[in-house]
């Protein structure tokens, strides 16, 4: 918007400065042409005169202005020879002669040439004077009429562009605090507010702004509430249920009965990471915490730790890759995310990797992102398997059957794309599955 309102005021200068500037230009340059011509014919007339004259004083004083004046030629008649050059004949001379008027050849048609030829006849006699005037001097008049203003134009111009830009800067201030206020919005800050200044529409505009904001920031405090509320509610009758199969497990020595017991526990279990999951979600797409620089390498390796236990008792190897170990990598993230988005990664593939493979884990810096990437060595995914893996409650096809909540890779795609990321499955060479999650690098990354 600076740009469009800096150049519509450079046009309207440029077009006040053409209305005015050039018509005074082009007046100036006639006014010229005609002063010349006119101090040039009322010489060539003395002149002519003097040669008509005939006698021995006139013929001797045309002799001496010819001779100041420069190149001047006239035809010698029975009473004077002023022993001038005598002028070649064209139909310019014959036309003056002819028809006792003088004639005016500038050269050219535009502007004028090298010359202004000036030709006036002598009254009486089939004689003329001819005067061959160099333009040179009119040349460099007219450049410096044209150039002057050419550069009273640029300066003008130039003045009026910095003028614009500090205009178009006033009058966008209250639209760039706006946008200000919409980005910290889009972060996930609900707290940031539109100062009220500007003119009226900008005011109005804020202050409408400003009242979404307060009533956005009620709304998702609520949301907060209820989903802490619903995490305790939720989750306390399902641990007590669980404890209580346990001890009923515990307790019963028919094994059918512990078949069954086993299998209502399990579905427990399921429950409980299908309301987690659902309350991540919940809590994602609330956006309540905004995004801040985070080291990609600390948060790998902490999630590591914590998995490497359940890896070895299936015997599978969980190895870092590419440049891990660079612990200079910032990302921006929520914090938490990227610590939900890999346990949700790391396992679903414990959940497909068979006893003694290797899950890989890596990321490296590309320009203004940052690619982390798990790979497994499972079965991988077919195509229209990748098209649904992100919708809310499919399930894949484990090593023992479909399991799980169906919410896992939901939920990684929900926190990554929150915050400002992509997250896309490819197949690993060799087989399996690799999950790449693209991130937005923070500025103050070293790597």
């Given at each position: ?36 011509e006119q101090s040039l014919l009322r010489e060539a007339n003395t002149m002519a005169v003097l040669l008509g004259n ?394």
């Open positions: 918007m600076n740009r469009q309102l800096i150049q519509s005021y450079i046009l309207l200068v440029a077009v006040a400065i053409l209305l005015f500037t050039v018509p005074v230009a082009f007046t100036l340059t006639d006014q010229l042409r005609d002063d010349t005939g006698t021995s004083s006139s013929c001797q004083a045309l002799h001496d202005v010819a001779r100041a004046y420069g190149d001047v030629q006239a035809t010698p008649t029975a009473a004077c020879d002023p022993k001038l050059r005598t002028p070649v004949a064209d139909a310019a001379l014959t036309r003056a002669v002819r028809d006792g008027k003088p004639t005016t050849d500038w050269g050219s048609d535009f502007v004028w040439g090298s010359h202004l030829t000036v030709t006036v006849p002598v009254e009486g006699e089939k004689a003329a004077v001819r005067i061959v005037f160099s333009t040179s001097d009119m040349t460099r008049r007219l450049w410096s009429i044209w150039g002057f203003r050419a550069g009273l134009a640029v300066l003008v111009i130039a003045a009026a562009a910095a003028i614009g830009a500090y205009a178009a800067r006033r009058i966008t201030a209250p639209l760039r605090e706006l946008n200000a206020m919409a980005s910290k919005f889009s972060d996930g800050d609900l707290t940031a507010r539109s100062p009220v200044t500007g003119p009226p529409e900008t005011q109005t505009l804020a202050r409408t702004l400003n009242q979404g904001a307060e009533r956005l920031d009620t709304l998702v405090a609520s949301q907060r509430i209820f989903v802490a509320d619903a995490s305790h509610q939720l989750r306390t009758p399902l641990t007590a249920l669980r404890l209580s199969l346990d001890n009923i497990a515990d307790g019963v020595d028919d094994e059918f009965v512990r078949e069954d017991v086993e299998q209502a526990t399990a579905e427990v279990v399921r429950m409980s990471r299908l309301v987690n999951g659902l309350l991540v979600l919940a809590r994602a797409e609330a956006k309540v915490s905004a995004a801040e620089p985070l080291s990609l390498g600390d948060i790998v390796a902490e999630r590591l730790d914590v998995w490497r236990p359940a890896a070895d008792e299936r015997g599978v190897t969980i190895a870092l890759g590419g440049s891990t170990a660079d612990g200079r990598l910032l990302v921006l993230a929520s914090p938490g995310h990227l610590d939900q988005v890999l346990d949700n990664v790391l396992s679903n593939a414990l959940e497909v990797s068979p006893d003694g493979a290797t899950i890989t884990v890596a990321h490296e810096a590309r320009g203004d992102e940052i690619l982390l990437t798990v790979r497994d060595q499972g079965p991988g995914m077919s195509d229209a398997e990748k098209s649904r893996a992100f919708d809310r409650f499919w399930r894949g096809q484990g090593l023992t059957g479909r399991s799980g909540s169906g919410l896992g890779l939901a939920v990684v795609k929900q926190l990554v794309t929150d915050d400002g990321g992509t997250v896309t499955l490819a197949d690993a060479p060799g087989g399996g599955l690799v999950v790449r999650i693209s991130l937005r690098a923070s500025p103050k990354s070293g790597g």
